[in-house]
């Protein structure tokens, strides 16, 4: 039986779930999938089940939004909810930074 996907879950879940791939910048020093985007932002991939898709959309539409907003306020949201929780985000250390 499949588990039904739990709607309240943690944003630890969900990054844990994510992989961002790495980008390969081009010659005018922006990464490729920033390109034709405003300074800031950034393009970025994410599969999902049927079911999450449709309610994004029904979300973004009854609200008058675009589901990159919705997508963009619901991960806030849960950002947020994450450092009351468990404090600061810290910042991924370089590859040559040896953890003890």
């Given at each position: 039986m499949t588990k039904?996907?739990?709607f309240k879950a943690s944003v630890t879940d969900i990054i844990d779930d994510m992989k961002e791939?790495?980008?390969?910048?081009?010659?005018?020093?922006?990464?490729?999938?920033a390109r034709g985007l405003r300074d800031?932002?950034?393009?970025f991939s994410i599969?999902?089940?049927?079911?999450?898709?449709e309610n994004l959309r029904r979300v973004a539409y009854w609200n008058n939004?675009?589901?990159k907003e919705v997508i963009t306020q619901f991960l806030e949201s849960g950002l947020e909810r994450y450092v009351k929780?468990?404090?600061?985000?810290?910042?991924?250390?370089?590859?040559?930074?040896k953890l003890i």
């Open positions: 039904k996907p739990d791939t790495p980008t390969t910048p081009n010659k005018g020093g922006r990464p490729k999938s800031g932002l950034n393009r599969v999902l089940p049927m079911d999450i898709l939004l675009s589901v929780k468990h404090g600061e985000i810290k910042p991924v250390p370089d590859k040559d930074t």
